[in-house]
């Protein structure tokens, strides 16, 4: 058995998925070359991936593709990238992104050195869609180094979850996740799920649930093309994919202690200065705003959005009027 397969959901993606699995080639070892698979489900794509995954195919790493006879959707297909796979780990990958230089020889360490790791998540750098290098973003607060819980111990996960920056620390970034899969096997998979973009999510939180652990790892292991969003449509379609599927995952799977320091994370990614900006450009409606209470935003935050809402045309005009005095 493999030691870690790279599971890659794909659709349409054929040049840049090229470019990833150019990547991968390019930093492995030839001694690492026997200890990983790459598992790609390509969800039913029309261009030409197929014949650019055989061009890899007989080049010093096992590649398993399989090719959905019809869409099945993201979600599904996040499943079926790692149903594929005979490695004993697998590592989510987004098919736009790239590995890091040294993240697989890296990674591979890890899992022989922390066996009882069910799930290891790492940062990632960002990069623009040329990938042209931006910024690293860290998960949780920057002086947190490599990190072990279990969501058996509450004081230790509410510790966890009150330094996460960004909701990447618990699953939103498919590409940072390493998961055992055995322990992914066990779950049994609510099918709810599907259609929230969160299906891995849930079956990575009952592995926790299910006295399982996690190691954050304060490396960037993987390179994010920006600029590429599936989901994002506008910057509310990518805010209410999140508050909805986080939303769903707290309220059916996470006890109320542990739940609300869960949803104050989304806080800190979506933060109000965006529900501003959406608000006084007609992105969010009065409707809307109720689902920000769920979410842990103050009722004064709520307040101040709703009057945004409701002035927003005087408010715009104010708002020009003070860059023309301005300058």
């Known amino acids: ?153 509450k004081e230790d996960t509410i510790f966890y979850l009150k330094n996460s920056y960004s909701i990447g620390a618990m699953y939103s970034y498919l590409s940072s996740i390493i998961v055992k899969k055995e322990k992914w096997k066990d779950v049994v998979y609510d099918e709810n799920y599907t259609g929230t973009a969160y299906s891995h999510a849930y079956l990575l939180l009952k592995i926790l649930l299910n006295n399982g652990s996690q190691k954050y790892l304060k490396k960037s292991i993987v390179g994010s093309r920006g600029g590429n969003d599936t989901f994002l449509v506008n910057i509310k379609q990518r805010f209410y994919l999140d508050y909805l599927g986080y939303l769903k995952l707290s309220s059916e799977i996470l006890d109320e202690k542990i739940k609300d320091e869960f949803l104050k994370i989304l806080t800190k990614e979506h933060p109000k200065s965006h529900l501003l900006s959406m608000s006084l450009n007609s992105e969010l409606n009065l409707e809307e705003v109720e689902i920000l209470k769920k979410v842990r935003y103050g009722k004064r935050d709520i307040v101040f959005i709703k009057s945004c809402i409701f002035f927003k045309k005087p408010l715009k005009i104010a708002y020009k009027i003070y860059k023309k005095i301005k300058k």
């Open 1 to 153: 058995m493999k030691k870690l397969g790279i599971c890659i959901p794909t659709y349409n993606r054929e040049n840049l998925l090229k470019e990833l699995l150019e990547s991968i080639f390019s930093i492995v070892s030839s001694e690492d070359r026997d200890r990983i698979q790459i598992c790609i489900s390509d969800n039913a794509s029309n261009d030409q991936t197929e014949i650019m995954v055989e061009s890899f195919q007989n080049k010093g790493i096992e590649i398993i593709y399989y090719k959905n006879f019809e869409n099945i959707g993201p979600d599904l297909n996040y499943l079926k990238c790692v149903e594929i796979a005979t490695s004993e780990y697998c590592w989510l990958m987004g098919s736009d992104d790239k590995v890091e230089k040294d993240s697989i020889s890296y990674i591979l360490k890890e899992l022989n050195a922390d066996k009882e790791i069910d799930i290891f998540i790492g940062n990632r750098n960002e990069y623009d869609f040329n990938f042209n290098f931006i910024k690293k973003r860290y998960w949780l607060n920057e002086n947190i180094d490599d990190y072990k819980f279990k969501f058996s111990n």
